[in-house]
Structure formats: structure tokens, C-alpha cells
């Protein structure tokens, strides 16, 4: 179950939109006060893991690949696919 936190910026950010959407001559300045960290870890666990990379441009799956390459996981099947 979602924490507070992170409904109650869901709820302020869809209010947002329907201004947005109903006013589009309205201008939010300050929208930062919402990504708070509860916001940031669901919007990060919708990530597909397989779809985005980091500011250093590795995957998910290359630092796997890395990781196993170098005998750091021993005893646990990796398996890629794709």
C-alpha cells in the first residue's frame, strides 16, 4: 500500500493537470516541492528495468553482465534474455 506522502502528490499533481489542461495560460513556477522521496522511489519502481539506463549510459542488464563477468556472484544462475 502507497504511503501518504506519496498519494497526496499523486492527488496535488492530477489536480495540476486538470489546471493545466482547463487553463493552459496558467504557468506553475514552483512544481519541486512535490518530488518528494516517497514520489521519486514509486516513479522509480514503475521503471521497466530493461528500458532505461543511467547518466553513464549502463543498463540494468550490462552491469549484470559485468558483475557476473567478474566473479562477484557465485552460485546464482543469471539468465539474459533479449
Given amino acids: 500500500m502507497p504511503d501518504t506522502e506519496q498519494v497526496d502528490t499523486f ?3 492530477s489536480l495540476i493537470v486538470k489546471r493545466a489542461r482547463k487553463e493552459p495560460e496558467s504557468q506553475f513556477k514552483c512544481l519541486a516541492h512535490l518530488l518528494n ?17 543511467g ?3 549502463v543498463t540494468l ?8 563477468k567478474s566473479g562477484s556472484v557465485r552460485g546464482i544462475e543469471v539468465s ?3
Fill in 11 to 13: 492527488a496535488k499533481l
Fill in 55 to 57: 547518466i553513464d549510459d
Fill in 37 to 53: 522521496e516517497g514520489y521519486l522511489k514509486a516513479c522509480y519502481m514503475k521503471l521497466g528495468r530493461d528500458r532505461a539506463c
Fill in 80 to 82: 539474459f534474455h533479449g
Fill in 61 to 68: 542488464k550490462s552491469r549484470m553482465w559485468e558483475i557476473y
